[in-house]
């Protein structure tokens, strides 16, 4: 009787233990189910084609344009005057002034453009000159020049500011130079001195010496022929009263 109660017992422990190890499957079960029925469903398909095709790494990138502009701000202050007659060719300048923070990595680019005329707002011409400012100014000023105007007409630099710079975004990304004019000037030789020109004074001092001389020698001979007629006078005197007197 001892023994079959223990074989009862440990029956029931093993019972029990099934169906809790049943209950916790079950339940790990209804768990995964209903995490995948939460989940999106998604199809897999294996159909692979494969393209190839170059490609390049820009240096410069879209959302770093704001980054590009140094704080810097040029503005014209003087360049080239060609009030009145100036001739061509001649060195054109330009100097801006700093107004804003040192040139470090913005670049500043200008162009010297033959224009056809100077109604404002100025429009692109013939580029003939183009280059890049220096970012080593003299203090706050930056000067660019170009040697290209060999010939009359209507010149002016175009400065373009930096991508980046505010006042690019807002369409205002060039500044126009004034308008410098040169014309085509024909410099005339210096005609050399005529040498017969010369002659006639040396000819006039020459004579005038000669006359001179003519002119005293006349006075000689009025003096010499008045002498004699005086003498002739005085004799003729002489010869009446001697026979007068005889």
């Given at each position: 009787?001892?023994?079959?109660?223990?074989?009862?017992?440990?029956?029931?422990?093993?019972?029990?233990?099934v169906?809790?190890?049943?209950?916790?499957?079950?339940?790990?079960?209804?768990?995964?189910?209903?995490?995948?029925?939460n989940?999106?469903?998604?199809?897999?398909?294996?159909?692979?084609?494969?393209?190839?095709?170059?490609?390049?790494?820009?240096?410069?990138?879209?959302h770093?344009?704001?980054?590009?502009?140094?704080?810097?701000?040029?503005?014209?202050?003087?360049?080239?005057?060609?009030?009145?007659?100036?001739?061509?060719?001649?060195?054109?300048?330009?100097?801006?002034?700093?107004?804003?923070?040192?040139?470090?990595?913005?670049?500043?680019?200008?162009e010297?453009?033959?224009?056809?005329?100077?109604?404002?707002?100025?429009?692109?011409?013939?580029?003939?000159?183009k280059g890049?400012?220096?970012?080593?100014?003299?203090?706050?000023?930056?000067?660019?020049?170009?040697?290209?105007?060999?010939?009359?007409?209507?010149?002016?630099?175009?400065?373009?500011?930096?991508?980046?710079?505010?006042?690019?975004?807002?369409?205002?990304?060039?500044?126009?130079?004034?308008?410098?004019?040169?014309?085509?000037?024909?410099?005339?030789?210096?005609?050399?001195?005529?040498?017969?020109?010369?002659?006639?004074?040396?000819?006039?001092?020459?004579?005038?010496?000669?006359?001179?001389?003519?002119?005293?020698?006349?006075?000689?001979?009025?003096?010499?022929?008045?002498?004699?007629?005086?003498?002739?006078?005085?004799?003729?005197?002489?010869?009446?009263?001697?026979?007068?007197?005889?």
């Amino acid at each position: 009787m001892i023994r079959l109660s223990r074989t009862r017992r440990c029956r029931k422990r093993d019972k029990k233990t099934v169906i809790g190890f049943q209950m916790m499957l079950i339940i790990y079960l209804l768990i995964g189910l209903a995490s995948q029925l939460n989940q999106h469903t998604t199809a897999s398909f294996h159909d692979v084609e494969k393209y190839s095709m170059p490609m390049k790494a820009s240096a410069v990138f879209d959302h770093a344009d704001d980054k590009q502009w140094d704080g810097s701000d040029l503005k014209l202050q003087k360049q080239t005057k060609t009030k009145g007659t100036v001739c061509a060719p001649l060195t054109l300048f330009a100097e801006f002034k700093n107004r804003g923070q040192k040139i470090t990595s913005s670049d500043w680019n200008w162009e010297l453009h033959k224009i056809e005329n100077s109604a404002k707002p100025l429009k692109d011409g013939v580029v003939i000159d183009k280059g890049a400012v220096s970012k080593e100014g003299t203090g706050r000023e930056y000067r660019i020049e170009s040697k290209r105007a060999v010939k009359g007409g209507l010149y002016a630099f175009k400065l373009i500011k930096p991508e980046g710079h505010p006042d690019y975004k807002r369409g205002k990304s060039v500044i126009w130079s004034k308008v410098m004019e040169l014309q085509d000037c024909k410099e005339e030789t210096p005609k050399p001195p005529k040498k017969a020109s010369s002659q006639p004074k040396q000819k006039e001092q020459t004579q005038a010496p000669q006359e001179s001389e003519q002119e005293q020698k006349i006075q000689k001979e009025t003096t010499d022929e008045s002498r004699s007629v005086n003498e002739e006078k005085s004799k003729e005197e002489h010869s009446l009263e001697s026979g007068e007197a005889s």
